[in-house]
């Protein structure tokens, strides 16, 4: 069966470069029909909207979110005083937003003055997304996006959608509401166990597929057939890749990390920088550590705080070392920082002569977040336990809100997943939290739990 993948990449390619031309010509062909009148910026003909009204519906929605209703939802916004608008508009990789709703309500925004404000966008395939921009720390657009989403089980038409996300954000306690909802969604589903699941896919609603149907009806889009063509190649390419998928290993895998890809990129591209700035560190810390170790006669304290720093600073260099030999990754590039970390706390307290320990305690979720943290209730999603972390601010924000915060990715198995799901047994580094879990992280390395897991060269 392994023979079959590189046939199977080719032809998956081949395919999607089909579909990718077919789907270049949908556009062209619906700008001929529709004339130089419609290329205007599509930024500002929302913004312009907005101007007259708290929502804007693109024409290609309006059978599923009629004029009328526009109306009568503008007009509760407008009583209610909350500087709240609506946006519904088709996203779609590779548009002005890049199919990125967040995006489209931050250059909206930006586009119409900045300031204050709540924006509720609707996108097809995830539902609504909330953005306040408002420096009093409210979040009415938020909340109201997670309501709209688990009020309706995550399968509500646009209009109940959008019903539910208003009142709630127009609501007296806009989190309460969420709260609430969250409860309902979590015992009407007990199923969805699991630690930090994430919540099911909101699937494409009638009255979204009815409003794409409006186009072709009133004769103003791209010939029928080219989108057919072009759905039956992609529907191919997704067959493929779903086979390759299912031969490629076992099955039972944790589910990519695929909302925070951008994220998982960065720190990828930061690899190098890491990897060489734990060498420079490794220096630093080695100088203080030799200028120390000469410092003449001290206690019993310091001495035991000296050789921490010791064995912190040699798990790190043999991390490092192993890098350097069989290829770097990055929970292994974290891993040297957080341990210098370590040598760091143990110098300060050889240096200060302290009666207790100095020691910091890195961001469970991502230890490249910093050593600014609150310990922290993590639920997980759908279920009862709990465990209790250490979170930066931006990550417990996250947990309290019941979304995944931006974790610090490892690769398994060929799939991408948070670090701390990969086993104990293959990971020394999700075996102790970056030794927040455990105080014996060091004693782990010395003993060589860090040559685990990775094969050579990966």
Known sequence: MPSELPTLRYAARALTAGACALLVLLPAAGASAQGAGDRRDPVQTVADALAA?????????????????????????????????????????GDAWDGDAAALLSVLHDRRGGGGGHYLAYD???????????????????????????????????????????????????????DEALRAYEEANPHLGGTDEAAPEATETQDAVAARGTDAEAGTGPPAWLGAVAAVLLALVSALLLRRRFTAGPAGRAAPVAQHAA????????LDSLVEQGERDLIEVGERLSRLDSGGS???????????????????????????????????AVGV?????????????????????????????NPLHGTETKVTSWREFGGTRTIRVPLC?????????????????????????????????????????????????????QRGDHRRGRPAGT
């Open 263 to 270: 994220f998982d990129n960065a720190d990828r591209a930061r």
């Open 124 to 178: 097809v395939h995830g539902g609504f997304h909330g953005a306040d921009f408002s420096s009093g720390g409210s979040a009415p657009a938020h909340y109201g996006s997670l309501v709209a989403s688990y009020g309706t089980g995550f399968d509500g038409s646009m209009l109940e959608q959008v019903d539910l996300a208003v009142e709630t954000a127009l609501s007296d306690d806009p989190r309460a509401a969420y």
């Open 337 to 365: 920082l957080v341990l210098l970390d370590m040598a760091e706390d143990a110098i300060e307290e050889a240096s200060r002569g302290a009666r207790t320990a100095v020691r910091r305690r890195h961001c469970y979720a």
């Open 53 to 93: 009204s708290r929502v804007y519906v693109d024409p290609a929605y309006e059978s599923a979110f009629p004029a009328e209703e526009q109306e009568r939802v503008d007009g509760a916004i407008d009583s209610a005083g909350l500087d709240l608008y609506v946006v519904v508009v088709p996203l779609a990789e």
């Open 393 to 445: 601010a931006e990550c417990a924000r996250a947990v309290r809100d019941r979304v995944r915060p931006v974790v610090l990715p490892a690769e398994y198995e060929g799939e991408t997943v948070p670090y701390y799901e990969v086993p104990a047994e293959d990971s020394v580094w999700a075996a102790t939290g970056y030794g927040t879990l455990t105080d014996d992280l060091v004693q782990r390395i």
């Open 298 to 332: 001290r206690g019993q304290k310091a001495h035991q705080s000296l050789r921490r720093a010791l064995d912190a600073r040699s798990a790190a260099a043999a991390v490092h070392d192993r890098m350097a030999a069989e290829g770097a990754a990055l929970p292994d």
